[in-house]
């Protein structure tokens, strides 16, 4: 998702732009009771509440053929206000498994018009792949395992060596991954359990 340090990296445009690619995944589970795989096997509102999981989504809305827009919260950066917004695909591979994937984001800004030009600008020179795969194991558990990769170009106007970029943005993006994956497990469980 964007935060405002990529943002930041992304100003400026220069000839001598640098790429570095952040991959982090990890994996949870949880012990679930026979109601809640029943209702995850079973239930159509399934898809959506596995998209609702993260605490930074504010509003869904379907689009039919398995796939949903996610509005994140809006954040803010000098001068303008950002909202995310993501396209996801969930397609169940079987009754006890469900893949979502990122097939599209953007962006809305408000703000100046010279200031949202470059926050747009900033976001086409990003990449994100990111998939969470959902499924329930012959021992009772719900597992959830995330992979996410992404790419920026960086201006090589940025006084900071592209190692240090690279070292300091993975061990940041695996670190919110690894929060994302225990907020997103414990809230289906929570939200969903229905032998609870």
Do not use: Y
């Not at 992304?10 to 026979?34: I, K």
């Not at 999981?53 to 950002?82: H, Y």
């Not at 719900?142 to 061990?171: M, R, Y």
Request: glycine share 4%; with cysteine; proline share 6%.
């Amino acid at each position: 998702m964007m935060t405002w340090f990529r943002v930041f990296f992304l100003l400026c445009p220069s000839d001598a732009l640098r790429q570095v690619t952040w991959t982090a995944g990890g994996a949870l589970s949880a012990p679930v009771s026979p109601s809640f795989q029943r209702w995850f096997t079973e239930d159509p509102s399934v898809p959506e509440a596995l998209v609702a999981a993260s605490d930074s989504v504010s509003e869904i809305l379907p689009l039919g053929n398995d796939r949903f827009e996610a509005r994140v919260s809006t954040t803010t950066f000098p001068l303008v206000t950002l909202r995310p917004i993501f396209t996801l695909r969930c397609a169940r591979k079987d009754a006890s498994e469900i893949v979502v994937t990122l097939e599209d984001q953007k962006m809305e800004v408000e703000g100046p018009a010279w200031a949202t030009n470059i926050v747009l600008a900033a976001t086409k020179a990003m990449d994100t792949h990111s998939t969470s795969k959902w499924t329930i194991r012959d021992q009772g558990e719900l597992a959830c395992e995330v992979l996410v990769e992404s790419n920026i170009q960086i201006p090589g106007w940025i006084p900071i060596p592209t190692k240090v970029i690279q070292d300091v943005g993975q061990t940041s993006v695996a670190k919110q991954i690894d929060s994302d994956i225990t907020t997103m497990l414990n809230n289906v469980v929570a939200n969903n359990d229905r032998g609870a």
